[in-house]
């Protein structure tokens, strides 16, 4: 389905336009119809599907079309990180670039600056509201904040929410709010909590279950048998026998932030230039981190999960998971950071034999086994390799485009004398 076969304002069409997106993925096509209706709605979907364009677009028409105070707050949009919660900012500038509503995200770790402009954002009623539940519940705590005209509320990546303990701080936001409003979940899995917190917030939610989809072809995933304590000798040699093409861009997966901190300091000290992302770090330095990244000054990100979903960077060829993820959807995320924006990439995963049994499931769920590399004869030898033989090919994904390359509404005029939206 094509953006323009749904009944999207034009202002939304027209920003689509700009930024050359045309077909919709399952996602959008099966929660955008619902959201317009003004209906609650609970969807099952992973990141990486499309699912922040999926509440973003009808929330912008949906205000465009209705009866809603301009003077007060209008949305919420709840996420459970502070790198979420931007990125959802940064996709309501683009989306909402011909409208004309105002937006302020929220969220910790910044200077007082931030915080004056976050609360005024809050007090004198800006139109969409993005943030973390955390800072959002310290400056309800403090200021006397109007949510009277709030008639939307949406929960992205609600489960992770809920794995955090932030069920409290959402039920207190909840209990703020009009009655009268529209709901929408959004969480990659549905467990008990998931269900029992719609049961409670939610009014008749119609339920939007999408597959989670395995990593495209492009991306060439591969494991290496191998013990605990040879694991930071093996990525130390994978940089140095790179040959003439440099690695640069590399994401290094950790389990915990203490391993994180460890193996960065490991790399380092083999004149590799790596640089730590964990929780610990103040907001400045994560966002100094992933800008150096991002212009290639830095070679290797050592990351906990916290990097795995919602960060935008296009041209990394290759993913190392130096522990295995615990489940196949981490598994997805994780690698899918490379083989971006039609490049290709290589994702690499450490088995230790402790690992062995949560990388099983996620040859399971993707059909297939991983193939094997060899460990190399210089860091020893390696535990058993023998695994169970899984099936099958990967289903053909379809093209973004039909043939031809140009979408059926590629005659589209947009309206481009509108203006800008003001953003705070």
């Not at 703020?176 to 009014?203: E, H, V, Y």
């Not at 093996?234 to 994180?260: A, D, P, W």
């Not at 210089?378 to 058993?384: E, Q, T």
Request: include cysteine.
């Amino acid at each position: 389905m094509y953006f323009d076969e749904l009944p999207l304002a034009d202002e939304v069409l027209d920003a689509l336009w700009d930024m050359h997106f045309d077909e919709c993925t399952p996602v959008q096509e099966h929660t955008i119809p619902v959201i317009l209706e003004g209906r609650d709605v609970i969807s099952c979907a992973q990141t990486g599907t499309g699912k922040t364009a999926a509440f973003i677009l009808p929330l912008l028409t949906n205000l465009l079309y209705d009866n809603h105070d301009p003077n007060k707050l209008n949305a919420i949009i709840m996420a459970p990180t502070r790198e979420l919660a931007q990125q959802i900012d940064q996709q309501m500038e683009g989306f909402g670039f011909y409208v004309p509503f105002s937006s302020v995200a929220i969220y910790g770790g910044n200077d007082s600056g931030a915080w004056g402009t976050q609360s005024t954002g809050l007090q004198k009623g800006a139109d969409i509201v993005i943030a973390t539940p955390g800072r959002l519940l310290s400056l309800m705590n403090i200021y006397n904040i109007d949510f009277s005209g709030v008639k939307y509320f949406i929960l992205d990546e609600a489960d992770r929410m809920l794995d955090m303990g932030f069920y409290d701080d959402i039920m207190a936001v909840v209990n703020r709010l009009p009655k009268d409003r529209q709901t929408i979940m959004f969480s990659a899995t549905m467990p008990t909590n998931i269900r029992k917190m719609a049961k409670a917030i939610m009014n008749n939610p119609t339920e939007v279950q999408i597959a989670v989809s395995r990593p495209p072809e492009s991306i060439r995933q591969q494991a290496v048998d191998i013990y605990e304590a040879q694991k930071t000798a093996f990525v130390v040699q994978k940089f140095r026998s790179s040959g003439e093409q440099e690695l640069k861009k590399v994401i290094v997966f950790v389990g915990k932030k203490q391993g994180v901190k460890e193996l960065t300091r490991a790399l380092r000290a083999n004149n590799i230039d790596a640089r730590a992302m964990h929780s610990d770090l103040e907001q400045k330095e994560r966002d100094e981190v992933m800008l150096d990244f991002r212009n290639n000054k830095v070679d290797v990100l050592v990351a906990t999960d916290i990097v795995s979903r919602g960060i935008d960077v296009d041209d990394i060829p290759l993913v190392i998971n130096y522990d295995v993820p615990r489940d196949a959807e981490d598994y997805v995320h994780r690698i899918g950071r490379t083989a971006r924006a039609e490049n290709k990439g290589e994702a690499i995963t450490l088995v230790s034999p402790e690992d062995k049994h949560f990388f099983n499931k996620i040859e399971r769920f993707l059909q297939k086994s991983i193939e094997r590399l060899e460990l190399p004869s210089s860091l020893g030898a390696a535990p058993d390799s023998s695994v169970c033989s899984l099936v099958a090919d990967e289903p053909k994904r379809s093209s973004k485009h039909r043939k031809g390359g140009k979408p059926h509404w590629h005659n589209r005029k947009p309206k481009h004398n509108r203006p800008k939206a003001h953003k705070q």
